[in-house]
């Protein structure tokens, strides 16, 4: 028999809110800070900030966020009844006719039942989190300016810079860099949004097959039996265990 937890685990994994496209990738704190940018000539690096100033205003960010999240949710429904179920099974070791009776499972109608208020509660959890989201690249877009402020630096002339300040600063230059952001939150880009996640869900088995493909190559991971006495000290250390408690990590594939 299916179990309804493996239905029930993948309906929340994909019903989680997409992140906004727009936002800029964060770092991780583990990882190394990228090198400083190179100092940039005085004269050429004002002109910059001035050209950033027109494309990236204050309060860019919180303006994508809202009518990004309601393409995300408007087309939930869609993206449950696209959620390729029985390759993702199979893929997780399923055994084929297992996996081939989770054609016939209906996800949006088995998560109304496992919550029948799963769609207030996803709308109103995104809602809130792409407002959260929104105030928080509204801090971060002062750095954010900067950091374009250099690039541009990098790439363009003074009067390259020249050019696009004055370009930017009036007319159909002015309207297009106040837009230049903002517009990925249109209707037309929403309305590709939509249409688009269904056909990404159908293609995650592809993406998984990639995925595992990739790892043929590497030697699975080691199991208690294979670590030295020290590892294991380590590993129970590294966890706050007591040693005799560390078991073998449950097969993902």
């Known amino acids: 028999m299916i179990k309804a937890s493996l239905i029930t685990a993948t309906a929340l994994l994909i019903a989680t809110p ?16 990228a090198p400083a940018p190179t100092p940039a000539d005085p004269a ?30 408007g087309n939930m429904g869609d993206t449950m009844k696209a959620l390729p179920l029985r390759e993702i099974a199979e893929m997780g070791g399923l055994n084929p006719k297992e996996a081939a009776e989770l054609d016939k499972v209906k996800v949006d109608e088995v998560m109304a039942i496992y919550d029948p208020h799963w769609r207030d509660r996803m709308q109103l959890s995104a809602r809130a989190m792409f407002d959260a989201m929104g105030d928080f690249f509204s801090t971060q877009e002062p750095d954010i300016r ?14 390259e810079l020249t050019d696009l300040e004055r370009f930017f600063s009036a007319g159909s230059g002015n309207k297009f860099a106040t837009q230049y952001m903002t517009i990925m939150a249109d209707p037309a880009m929403a309305a590709e949004m939509q249409s688009m996640m269904p056909k990404m869900m159908k293609s ?27 590892e294991r000290t380590r590993i129970a250390k590294a966890l706050g265990v007591d040693e005799s408690k560390l078991t073998d990590p449950k097969s993902t594939t």
Do not use: C, W
């Not at 050209?51 to 860019?60: A, D, I, R, S, Y």
């Not at 900067?146 to 009067?159: I, K, Q, R, T, W």
């Not at 590497?218 to 030295?228: F, G, I, Q, S, Y």
């Open 146 to 159: 900067e950091a374009m402020a250099h690039a541009y630096a990098n790439h363009f002339s003074l009067a």
């Open 44 to 73: 050429t690096l004002a002109e910059a900030r001035l050209v950033v100033g027109h494309l990236l205003p204050q309060g860019t960010y919180k303006k994508i966020m809202g009518p990004m999240m309601d393409s995300v949710m």
């Open 204 to 230: 995650m088995p592809q993406f998984i097959a990639a995925a595992q493909k990739a790892t043929t190559s590497l030697p699975a991971p080691r199991k208690l039996k294979d670590l030295t006495p020290a």
């Open 18 to 33: 997409v992140v906004a496209q727009t936002a800029p990738p964060l770092v991780k704190a583990d990882v190394a800070p």
